[in-house]
């Protein structure tokens, strides 16, 4: 522990340089626990990296927040713009402090947090050490652990001992990300029902009237949306595409990068690909013979995947590990993903068993998963529904809150 915190100690001023090139003022001070931010003294202190994250745990904090408030931090200003957007009734959200003692000693000491509720794998040894000294409850949810992560831990055994020592709730994703947990030190008594909160959370239904203006150009049995890309994966995608537009023309795809920032990069390919398209932001309505929509919105993910009979989901054909699979199966869709699906491994081997998922790798695989009949599309889509439709999820978070909240009682 003492190492790592010299390491960082050491690296103080670079991390400081980096603020002041890429974040506002405010911004800055908000990571440094010097700001004006709103504070919620007494709150339950929810960490979530980003949009992601906190996505998946939008059902938990809601659920926190009626029992005291909510503290809720993050990584960057997106996360924190979207939980602000949420509306939530004594949810206050800013960005995370660095896991600096100093940093971390005010951040504490300004808000009073009764415990800290990690999601995923956030898991950053100053701050859980910090709050543990204080005799605060550390907890974790939906934790996740690869092999290799797991594997960079065991070469720091007494820091993940001291570490997850101190952790006095844990509720994993899946029976492999527990294993390692308990492997590495963690107590048998910490252990807490699994639950992945990706299964808790109800999509966004689409707006009716965008709904309804794109079905007729975008018909459900003949689109694919290609969600949440990376590079290196659009080029194999169009070019599967353009295989599959030689034997049925009437084929289009919404293409939903992770990053909407990467339109321009997009649009230069979609040009060299010699493939007609609009933008989203620019474009409400496509024309009837486009055979691209890019879709560089946010907050539009409900839309697509009500418009897409087909979706591939991204991060898998690159080493992403995989983006999520329970969105595009909550909405039916038939699933696409490549080889690389580390961060959600059990559920995409469970769907690649029961054939409701397909795994493709090549522009000829994909093509081909596009040409599939709809009747054999829609019964993919059906079979991914069912599968991961878990009807004991709404009750695991049920206990997890009671636990959260024994574990974190409000003294207010």
Not at 135 to 144: E, T
Not at 386 to 392: G, I, K, R, S
Request: hydrophobic residues 40%; aromatic residues 6%.
């Amino acid at each position: 522990m003492r190492l790592y915190q010299l390491i960082l100690t050491l690296l103080f001023p670079v991390l400081l340089a980096r603020l002041w090139l890429r974040d506002s003022a405010p911004d800055r001070a908000e990571r440094l626990a010097r700001g004006t931010s709103e504070r919620s003294s007494g709150a339950v202190w929810v960490h979530g990296a980003s949009n992601g994250e906190l996505t998946s745990a939008k059902s938990l904090i809601l659920q926190l927040s009626r029992h005291g408030p909510v503290l809720v931090t993050c990584n960057n200003p997106t996360g924190r713009a979207l939980v602000q957007g949420w509306g939530f009734d004594g949810v206050t959200v800013q960005l995370a402090p660095l896991d600096l003692p100093r940093v971390l000693d005010r951040f504490i000491a300004q808000n009073a947090p009764r415990g800290l509720v990690v999601i995923e794998n956030e898991i950053w040894p100053n701050r859980i050490d910090a709050m543990a000294r204080r005799g605060l409850p550390v907890m974790v949810v939906s934790a996740r652990l690869s092999q290799g992560s797991a594997r960079n831990w065991a070469r720091l055994s007494g820091l993940a001992r001291h570490i997850l020592g101190a952790i006095r709730l844990l509720s994993a994703q899946d029976a492999g990300s527990e294993d390692r947990f308990r492997s590495l030190g963690l107590s048998a008594d910490a252990i807490a029902p699994r639950l992945n909160l990706k299964t808790t959370l109800l999509p966004d239904p689409p707006d009716a009237g965008d709904l309804a203006a794109l079905s007729p150009v975008l018909a459900r049995d003949k689109t694919v949306l290609a969600a949440s890309t990376h590079p290196g994966e659009d080029e194999i995608i169009l070019q599967g595409f353009k295989l599959a537009l030689q034997q049925d023309p009437d084929l289009r795809l919404i293409l939903a990068p992770r990053h909407p920032k990467r339109r321009e990069a997009i649009t230069r390919l979609l040009t060299e690909e010699g493939l007609t398209f609009a933008a989203r932001s620019l474009i409400p309505r496509p024309a009837p013979d486009t055979q691209v929509y890019l879709a560089d919105t946010l907050g539009e993910m409900g839309l697509w995947y009500s418009l897409a009979g087909t979706t591939f989901v991204g991060g898998s054909l690159v080493d992403h590990g995989g983006h999520t699979p329970f969105e595009p199966a909550a909405f039916g869709c038939a699933i696409l993903h490549g080889p690389y699906y580390s961060n959600f491994s059990d559920t995409y081997d469970r769907l690649r068993t029961e054939n409701a998922s397909t795994l493709v790798q090549t522009p000829d695989e994909i093509a081909a998963a596009l040409l599939r009949s709809p009747k054999t599309q829609a019964a993919i889509g059906e079979a991914a529904h069912d599968l991961l439709q878990d009807q004991n999820a709404a009750k695991t978070l049920d206990l997890l809150v009671d636990q959260i909240t024994e574990l974190c009682p409000n003294g207010q």
